[in-house]
Nanobody, 117 residues
Framework: QVRLVESGGGLVQAGGSLRLSCAAS????????MGWYRQAPGNQRELVAT???????NYADSVKGRFTISRDNARNTVYLQMNSLKPEDTAVYYC???????????WGQGTQVTVSA
């Protein structure tokens, strides 16, 4: 059974930092594009950042320059370094493994990030 397990969420003051991790098991991690999405109460789930198999990255405009996505294929883990956090970054953050249509898509259970003003 494929598992994506997020960790690293929590409560932080505005301007602070958090590092999210997503550990994958039972998938060939290196062939998947990976991503982080978030969903705030009352809002739709939105893309935060993605990283391709080759390491190319893409970010939502709202997080550019503040967040950094990276991956460690040896550890089957994708990270999201979040700096200069704002209250509007408060959401549940989800890890995604994107099979790009040829393979199944997988989601983690989510981790809560709360940024206080």
């Amino acid at each position: 059974q494929v598992r994506l397990v997020e960790s690293g969420g929590g409560l932080v003051q505005a301007g602070g930092s958090l590092r999210l991790s997503c550990a994958a098991s039972r998938i060939i991690f290196s062939i998947y594009a990976m991503g982080w999405y978030r969903q705030a109460p009352g809002n739709q789930r939105e893309l935060v950042a993605t990283i391709t198999r080759g390491g190319s990255t893409n970010y939502a405009d709202s997080v550019k320059g503040r967040f950094t996505i990276s991956r460690d294929n040896a550890r089957n883990t994708v990270y999201l370094q979040m700096n200069s956090l704002k209250p509007e970054d408060t959401a549940v953050y989800y890890c995604n493994a994107d099979g790009n249509g040829g393979l199944p898509n997988y989601w983690g259970q989510g981790t809560q990030v709360t940024v206080s003003a």
